[in-house]
RNA sequence: GCCCGGGUGGUGUAGCCAGGUUAGCAUAGGGGCCUGUCGAGCCCCAGACCCGGGUUCAAAUCCCGGCCCGGGCGCCA
């Protein structure tokens, strides 16, 4: 605005309500709501003839004085308008109303997600997802964490043994990662002693639940020279609890849109260990096998088991059956691995902790899992060549999103998701 | 992948179990009236039973198959 009060604005067509002799056009765009009011007699014309066939969902851009004392209630600004550019016209018969009149159902939206996201609820989400990831970002940089790219494309299939995409790559066969894991530890292991990948994961499970994505994105630490897994569970708690910090301070609005009461998480998180966890669940009336994995009521059990005794949402699950994890976690004992899981609101959202770097012991245990050590061969070779200590986690960030704002399906924490069905828009 | 539930105008729904009116309602759309609306209001108009087969005098409704979608479980982040 400048002295005389002229302003520009633009956006989409929100509602036209016309009047006869007066006619209010509100647009919103991704900041606020401001309505242009045309008067017969005081305003030029003209614009009663440029926006005489305008539609909702038009883009305008307008010039003006703004009211100074404004008489409209709904919206944040309101405008005299000069001058109306219609940018584009949009045709009249909507896939879905993005002013939520008739709320579309989940599928349609992602169908028609473009008009879903003029919804300012639905532009929270991805801001409030910006702000996390800034403050996560930043809390790594000020720590001394360097970001690094590793490969998408991987020529072995070994990481976890979730269904891979393949992929043709010139002559051969590749796949998509599911997960950043093993070349960032090769990383470590050349020297980038602390890092940090935010990319991109497949996953080409079956999965039909609001909680999986066939892709998503996670924010991937690993570091060198750590004394136990207890040391990559300090800094995921730390990071976690300064994405949240961030996004009390720079989207208390969208929160407030999205009724979602959010606080800083107390730190450090608490932790259950296997194998007093069956004790727990056993005490909650759900029997789970000495030394068999949990299955996805027992999160949630925990997780009230967690909220009763520590009042926390979030909570770290450490020591699993090593019989239950991929080969190169790191062995506590015979029986139970520095394999940690983070859990949120009985949700898991990230896997992590020691890895073995000890090369006779990998290749040991790549041998107790029945594998071919010649097929990780590729992997397990630079651990000849001096490797420190070291260890890290994944979480997904759709995960987090979700369930730090109590979406009910995971898909709507991502842009344009990905799932079995679903790979168009 | 297994189990359960569901597909009705553009969107969201009622009707289905107990087969038979012009398939109801809301909202969006088109037309009209209105100089302060703001979930605008009032009047008028137009708009739909997922596909295929079967049962029946008659199918949105019952049966079978297909396709699509949602939920639970498993797997995982």
Redesign the pocket.
């Given at each position: 605005m400048d002295k005389e009060g002229r302003v520009k604005v633009h956006g989409w067509v929100s509602?036209?309500?016309?009047?006869?002799?007066?006619r209010?056009i509100v647009i919103r765009n991704w900041r606020e709501k401001v309505?242009l009011?045309l008067?017969?007699?005081?305003s030029p014309s003209n614009l009663f003839e440029i926006t005489e066939k305008l539609?909702?969902e038009s883009v305008v851009e307008a010039e003006g004085t703004e009211?100074k004392e404004?008489?409209?209630?709904?919206?944040d600004r309101?405008v005299?308008p000069e001058s109306i550019k219609v940018l584009s016209i949009s045709s009249?018969?909507?896939?879905?109303?993005p002013?939520w009149?008739?709320?579309?159902?989940?599928?349609?939206?992602?169908d028609n997600r473009p008009l879903d996201l003029r919804r300012p609820e639905v532009q929270a989400i991805f801001k409030i997802e910006a702000s996390l990831i800034s403050g996560m970002e930043e809390w790594l940089r000020d720590h001394g964490f360097l970001r690094v790219f590793t490969p998408a494309i991987i020529g072995a299939a070994s990481e976890?043994?979730?269904?891979v995409f393949k992929v043709r790559y010139f002559d051969r066969e590749a796949y998509l990662r599911?997960?950043p894991q093993l070349h960032r530890q090769l990383t470590v292991i050349g020297g980038l002693e602390k890092i940090y990948d935010l990319g991109v994961?497949w996953?080409a499970?079956?999965?039909?639940?609001?909680?999986?994505?066939?892709e998503?994105r996670?924010m991937a630490v690993e570091m060198g020279f750590i004394s136990s897994e207890l040391d990559t569970m300090r800094v995921e708690e730390e990071l976690i609890k300064a994405g949240i910090k961030r996004v009390l301070e720079e989207r208390e609005r969208e929160l407030e849109l999205l009724n979602v009461e959010l606080e800083v998480p107390k730190t450090p998180f608490p932790e259950l260990r296997f194998p007093k966890i069956y004790d727990i669940l056993e005490e909650m009336g759900k029997e789970i096998e000495y030394g068999e994995?949990y299955?996805?009521?027992s999160?949630r059990l925990l997780w009230n088991y967690v909220k009763e005794e520590y009042n926390s949402d979030f909570f770290f699950v450490n020591r699993f059956p090593f019989k239950?994890k991929p080969f190169y976690v790191m062995k506590e004992d015979d029986t139970w691995a520095r394999s940690v899981?983070?859990l949120y609101k009985g949700?898991?959202?990230?896997?992590g902790g020691q890895r073995e770097h000890r090369y006779e012991v990998l290749i040991s245990q790549i041998l107790e899992k029945g594998m071919n050590p010649k097929n990780l061969e590729w992997f397990t070779k630079f651990f000849a060549y001096g490797a420190p200590p070291h260890g890290g986690f994944?979480?997904?960030i759709?995960?987090l999103v979700m369930k730090m704002l109590n979406l009910?399906?995971?898909?709507e924490a991502a842009l344009f998701p990905r799932?079995p069905?679903?790979v168009l828009p």
């Open positions: 509602e036209i309500r016309d009047l006869g002799k007066i209010f309505q009011t008067k017969r007699g005081t539609t909702q009211v404004k008489k409209a209630k709904a919206v309101e005299l009249s018969k909507l896939p879905l109303d002013n009149k008739v709320p579309a159902l989940l599928p349609t939206r992602l976890s043994g979730a269904e599911q997960d994961n996953r499970e079956l999965s039909h639940t609001p909680r999986h994505l066939s998503f996670s994995e299955d996805t009521e999160e239950v899981d983070l949700l898991e959202l990230s896997s994944a979480i997904g759709e995960r009910s399906n995971i898909k799932d069905e679903r």
